[in-house]
């Protein structure tokens, strides 16, 4: 957990098959923030979704210029025969970059949006530590 915070890292499930073979439907990609400045052709980056800035998506740079200082990407996903038709200038100072992947943990991920699935893992986590807690303490001392 220190690891995680520490180095900001990122979790974020693929959904689709659009970077096949690289990464697959129920994966788990790992990323980390670079600085903006910093992102080359070749490097698999989160950006957001043009149409729903709140989502993201993660393909891979083909193309980085600059414009008004902005780092300018084209993305496309490995399995897609086209790139995106659109370019998208980076405004943060930093952009994740995928640095690992965790094969099917996605799945859980995405299972773990469900707001009542949420809560019932949270309720049975809890009940777990107060049993094991229990346990120790109920021991009998030797």
């Known amino acids: 957990m220190v690891t995680v915070m520490s180095q900001h890292l990122g979790f974020a499930p693929v959904l689709s098959p659009s970077m096949e073979p690289t990464f697959h439907p129920g994966d788990l990609v790992v990323t980390k923030p670079e600085p903006a400045s910093a992102v080359k052709v070749g490097q698999v980056i989160a950006l957001p979704v043009p149409s729903a800035p709140s989502q993201r998506y993660v393909h891979r740079v083909i193309s980085v210029t600059t414009k008004d200082g902005?780092?300018?990407?084209?993305?496309?996903?490995?399995?897609?025969?086209?790139p995106e038709p659109f370019s998208l200038r980076i405004d943060s100072?930093?952009?994740?970059?995928?640095?690992?992947?965790?094969?099917?943990?996605?799945?859980?991920s995405v299972l773990l949006q469900r707001p009542n699935l949420r809560i019932t893992v949270m309720v049975i986590t809890v009940i777990a530590m107060l049993l094991a807690a229990w346990r120790m303490l109920a021991r009998p001392v030797l």
């Not at 902005?70 to 086209?82: C, E, H, I, Q, S």
């Not at 100072?93 to 859980?108: K, N, S, W």
Request: glycine share 6%; hydrophobic share 40%.
């Open 70 to 82: 902005k780092p300018l990407v084209r993305t496309k996903g490995d399995a897609n025969p086209a």
């Open 93 to 108: 100072p930093t952009v994740p970059v995928v640095v690992a992947t965790v094969p099917e943990l996605g799945h859980v």
